[in-house]
């Protein structure tokens, strides 16, 4: 069974500048959910994708936008890029209708 | 406002000893759950409670949920230095359905040394 993966590992951005984050979810799941993690802080939640469609978003901006696509893989773009952005990109997969998620690594995305 | 407050935030402890960690809300949650994140690395799922007054254990880690389903602890006998790590807690809130949407505490920084 594979897990959840991410790429890329790391990124280095400048200010102003766009990003895709993409998401592998784990085998069996059908469900991606994203969260931002702030340096010494636990996750936030950003959307949550299921059947190609958002479904569910937490307080973030229009410029955090998704995708998920057929085979249930997902990305993340975030346009003009903020300092606040720089931050641990994690994706969560899962099964719809139940809570436990499964976290890949994480993107570690730093915005200079 | 951290709608799940966790405490303690930081934690350093000897090999041997014992802990608790606690997570506490005013709202209630359908389910909750605790993650364990060593840096650079994403969480992993320790356990869901789901049942007001569930007790969980897994090994040397015992896990609590709340008679009203508002708060949480986590306790470790005779820690060891690879239970340093990031201990997260995280709940889902009955309006959020099935969005998957978790409400993530803070997070306790827990270091064992030997």
């Known amino acids: 069974e594979t897990g959840v993966t991410q790429s890329p590992t790391h990124l280095i951005k400048t200010r102003g500048q766009q990003v895709t984050l993409r998401c592998s979810s784990q085998s069996g799941h059908n469900t991606v959910s994203w969260y931002q993690q702030a340096l010494g802080q636990g996750p936030q939640f950003i959307f949550q994708?299921?059947?190609?469609?958002?479904?569910g978003r937490g307080n973030f901006p229009p410029r955090f936008s998704g995708l998920q696509f057929p085979n249930y893989s997902s990305e993340l773009n975030v346009n003009a890029l903020e300092l606040d952005d720089s931050a641990l990109y994690l994706c969560a997969s899962s099964v719809t209708g139940f809570n436990e998620q499964f976290f890949g690594p994480g993107t570690r995305l730093t915005v200079l | 406002t951290q709608l799940l407050e966790q405490s303690p935030q930081f934690l350093s402890i000897q090999e041997g000893e014992n802990l608790t960690v606690y997570c506490n809300s005013s709202?209630?949650?359908?389910?909750l759950q605790w993650y364990r994140q060593e840096p650079g690395e994403g969480p992993v799922l320790l356990v869901t409670v789901v049942t007001g007054g569930e007790v969980k254990k897994l090994k040397r880690l015992t896990f609590q949920f709340g008679d009203a389903r508002k708060d949480s602890s986590l306790h470790i006998t005779a820690a060891q230095p690879g239970d340093t790590g990031l201990y997260l807690c995280?709940?889902?809130?009955?309006?959020?359905?099935?969005?998957?949407?978790?409400?993530f505490g803070q997070g306790t920084t827990l270091q064992v040394k030997p």
């Open positions: 995280a709940g889902a809130l009955p309006s959020s359905g099935n969005t998957g949407k978790l409400i």
């Open positions: 709202s209630v949650f359908s389910s």
């Open positions: 994708y299921y059947r190609e469609e958002e479904n």
